[in-house]
């Protein structure tokens, strides 16, 4: 048992759940950058700017997210190579589109044909990153935008009878503040992406959903030294049940994190937790 | 090929009614067009079923979870958990194995791993578990006044819950129920992409637009037909609910109406 959880096929398994891991610990940070870039052009001053944060918002959050992850990837990649084929080949006469075929110039294939096996992979995956920053940060700007609004606005103009400027009281007195009115939508994001992780496999990433359908299948003694029917069916419960684990400890995680933000803060949760101090 | 042709013969292909044959080559905004809507009467049946029958499961399974019985409280927390904590996506596979499993041990299983019936139990279960979640917070905020009422009027048991507890819970509940809703269409487009084959390539609207981004290799013209007509449901969907919840709430002032406030869809 224990050499046969261990052969070369099972190590790719292992590697891929850190690939999940990596992809989560990479696009929270981004989708959390994008969110709140998106919030602070959502409530700017600036029309076309704000204009921009709120269709950015609205478009993302109204379309199933599956649809977008199918359509961004090929998009982004297209995009990618239209922009390299405008900067490299300038003398490139025939066009891009010929009906439904997408034709750039050999040198600005994405990634190179030549390059690499690890260079399209990592190629793949920094699409998939990008994707579910760009969905996910939709999402978290929707939350902060909230959670900007959601702060007293006493808190602000005192900051602004205090003499702060615009941006001092952004930085000073509504960001610090936010975040514990943004906390709640936020770890539900965060369990959601843990869920959204399993979609990588329709981004042709081989991710865990991928191995899990591999290794589960059916092996004749031919192939392999441990010979074994349909076992999917036990990959895909283990993955549930990881899954069910990542969830269990992220939950307590974030109870851990609230109690801390709620500290000192101007809301119920503060209050019970000054009383009971006291 | 006129326009109308086309939809007489691709609009029930997703049901196995017409054309047996994709179309291969001179794809047109019609075919696509006609092709996608007709994938749509699958993620609508997937979706009003599954809501449908999902909704008594997460009644029962939100007072279970309420109960003061650890017998009735600890099955319905572990449901809800169970597919509440893990992705839809790993429910699909896994029940698609466990089904073909099974299939080896009775034919009674036989239809299960098709996904008319395989899928729909899984979306079933899927949207009993977060529906309960709603209802279950619902049930936790009833106002005390109106449960002691309806013991000053000597109601008890079955009749306390049926005129009290149970519309209340309902009317709390209904906006974060619309956004459910919503969330469930939108996530019946995982269905053909994990596992559950599309047998006859009877599939639903996202893998009819697959295959013609697949052909095309041009996203932009079926995705957005896809976008719109899930749009189009979530906007139907979202006025079916009020028209709801302008009944549920019919009893109360003008002005303490609860209003639905429409929630982001997320992935499950």
Known sequence: MACYLTTGKHMSIYTSVLTVLLLLGITAPIALAFGFGGATAARSQITPLRWFGKTYIALVRGVPDIAFFLFFVIALDQAVEYLRHKVLCPGWEAPIRQGNDFVVCQAAKMPLGNAPQWVHESYGFGLAVLTFAIVFGAFAANVLFGAMRAVPRAQLETAEAYGMSQRQTFWRVLVPQMWVYALPGLSNLWMVLIKATPLLFLLGVEDIVYWARELGGTKTPRFTDYPHGDWRMWYFLALLVFYLLFTRVSEIVMARIMSRLTHGQATAGGEAQRKAAA | ?268
């Open chain 2, 1 to 268: 090929m006129s326009c109308l042709q086309i939809i007489q013969d691709y609009s029930l292909r997703a049901v196995g009614i017409g054309e047996r044959l994709l179309p291969r080559e001179d794809f047109t905004l019609c075919h696509q067009f006609t092709l996608i809507g007709s994938g749509m009467i699958w993620n609508v049946y997937f979706g009003l079923v599954a809501l449908t029958l999902g909704f008594f499961l997460a009644t029962a399974l939100a007072m279970g979870k309420a109960s003061s019985r650890t017998l009735f409280r600890k099955p319905s927390e572990w449901f809800i958990f169970l597919f509440r904590g893990s992705p839809l996506f790993i429910q699909f596979f896994f029940a698609y194995f466990l089904f073909l499993n099974l299939k080896s041990v009775h034919p009674f299983f036989e239809p299960f791993t098709a996904a008319w019936l395989g899928a729909l139990v899984v979306l079933f279960f899927n949207t009993a578990a977060y529906s309960a979640e709603i209802f279950y917070g619902a049930l936790l905020s009833i106002p005390k006044g109106d449960v002691e009422a309806a013991d000053a009027y000597g109601l008890s048991g079955w009749s306390r819950f049926r005129r009290v507890v149970w519309p209340t819970m309902l009317r709390l509940a209904w906006p974060g129920y619309t956004n459910e809703a919503i969330f469930l269409f939108q996530s019946t487009a995982l269905v053909f992409f994990s596992g559950f084959p599309a047998w006859q390539q009877r599939g639903d609207a996202l893998y009819y637009a697959s295959y013609f981004a697949d052909k095309t290799f041009n996203p932009f013209v079926p995705y957005p037909i896809l976008a719109f007509y899930f749009i189009l449901l979530t906007l139907v969907v979202i006025s079916v609910f009020g028209f709801v919840n302008k009944r549920l709430n019919r009893h109360l002032p003008q002005n303490t109406r609860q209003k639905i406030r429409l929630r982001p869809n997320l992935i499950r």
